[in-house]
Structure formats: C-alpha cells, structure tokens
C-alpha cells in the first residue's frame, strides 16, 4: 500500500485566494512526522511545513497552514492569499519513528491564475 | 536552515561514459544522505542511502554496480552512474538530514542534478 497518497494531480487557484492540496497517509508507527515541500520549475526542493503526530495543535507557518486530521490520517496543506509565486509541484512526505527514510507522494501541481 | 550543495548542476555525456556526481553538507554533519531521481512531472524515487563509512542500501531495482555511492566523509557523499545510457538520463537529487535532531527532522535537499546521455 501507498504510504503517501496525493490525490489531486494538478490544481489551480485565483491569485489572493485560498487552496487546499490533500494527502492522506498510511502507518501503523505510533509516532511520526509529517512534512510538506514545494519544487518549482527549477528543481529544488524547498521545505515549507511540518507536523508531528503528537502535536496538538495544527502547524502554521506564514501563509502555510497544515490541516492535520490524525483520525482520518490526512495532512491537507492550506496555502492562504495565493501568489503567483506559489505556481509549483507540492509534495506531502512522512518519516515514520521507525526508520530515517522519507516517503514522498506523488506531488500536486498547482497554478495560480493572475 | 542547512545547506547541501550538489555539483554538477546539469551535465552532458556520451553513452558508455561514467558520471560523478558530488553531494556536500555544507554547515553540518550529515551521517546519512539519500539519493533520488526523479523523471519529468513525477515524484522522487528513493534510489539508495547513504551511510558514512558503511555500504549504501540500494532499493529494489536499483543496481548498485551501476549506481555505486560512496559516502567518505561526514559532509560528503557521491554517486558515480557507470557506463551511462540515454535511459539514465534524469534529475538526481541529494538530500541528508543532519544527525542531533529528532522525528521533525526535515531533509535538507541539494539544487539536484540534471543528467543528459547523448
């Protein structure tokens, strides 16, 4: 089974408005981490958020806010005020207690229309 | 945050050719670095890890005479893809995640690397 799941290829978003990009995860490891990156075109891998399972408070961090909902295991990353500069690839990852590897979902392109 | 640095950038070569491909921790001790390659519009692919001064663990699939990964140093890691064929073309990106932090410790990426086989 996937560890990661991103289920939303590709997204677009108005400039100034609000987008919500999903992933959804699978552990059976009672605690681990949660992160999201952004890659735009030119490759690097910019990290923007993270979350830790025992965390009780949803992580913030500027215009990024994660909606961590553990029960359900998701991890939606909320971009608030979309900027042009937010066009790219996002990634959801988790690394699970167990092991120092990242599990990466397949990514979500989103495009923000001036 | 870290830095991790990638060189080269982007590289060209003749099929049959070997490649270097250089992974450094700038501002941090990083006892493991991890190897990706990623094609165009998908995710990374977790190629092999990279232990300082123990062999690498290579995933299934990956050829580890192919792929060989030395990792010498606690700052330096490198990937040499042997014989090169068109099908390696990719992009190949270094991440290391340093070593005095816990569960929230994110990886530090390098600027990655673009490999093109003629």
């Known amino acids: 089974a996937q560890k990661i799941t991103q289920t939303q290829p590709g997204m677009f978003v108005q400039e100034k408005e609000a987008v919500t990009l999903d992933c959804t995860y699978d552990?059976?490891?009672?605690?681990?981490?949660l992160f999201w990156y952004k890659q735009p075109s030119s490759g690097e891998m910019i990290f923007l958020i993270y979350?830790?399972?025992?965390?009780?408070q949803n992580a913030t961090e500027g215009r990024y806010s994660l909606n961590f909902q553990k029960a359900r295991k998701s991890a939606n990353l909320v971009i608030s005020a979309s900027q042009l500069g937010d066009s790219a690839m996002y990634f959801c990852?988790?690394?699970?207690?167990?092991?120092?590897?990242?599990?990466f979902g397949t990514g979500t392109s989103l495009t923000v229309i001036p | 945050g870290a830095v991790v640095s990638q060189h080269p950038s982007w590289v060209i070569c003749k099929s049959g050719t070997s490649v270097k491909i250089e992974c450094r921790s700038l501002?941090?001790?990083?006892?493991?670095m991890f190897w990706y390659r990623q094609f165009p519009k998908q995710s990374l692919m977790l190629m092999a890890t990279?232990?300082?001064?123990?062999?690498?663990?290579?995933e299934q699939g990956v050829e580890k005479d192919k792929f060989l990964i030395n990792h010498a140093s606690l700052t330096l890691s490198t990937l040499t893809v042997t014989s090169a064929h068109p099908e390696d073309s990719s992009f190949y990106i270094c991440?290391?995640?340093?070593?005095?932090?816990?569960?929230?410790?994110?990886?530090?990426f390098g600027p990655g690397t673009r490999l093109t086989v003629l």
């Open positions: 991440s290391a995640s340093r070593s005095d932090r816990g569960l929230g410790n994110e990886q530090f």
């Open positions: 552990t059976s490891d009672p605690s681990y981490g």
């Open positions: 979350q830790g399972s025992y965390d009780q």
């Open positions: 990852a988790m690394r699970e207690v167990t092991g120092n590897q990242f599990y």
């Open positions: 501002d941090f001790q990083a006892t493991t």
């Open positions: 990279s232990n300082e001064g123990s062999k690498a663990t290579y």
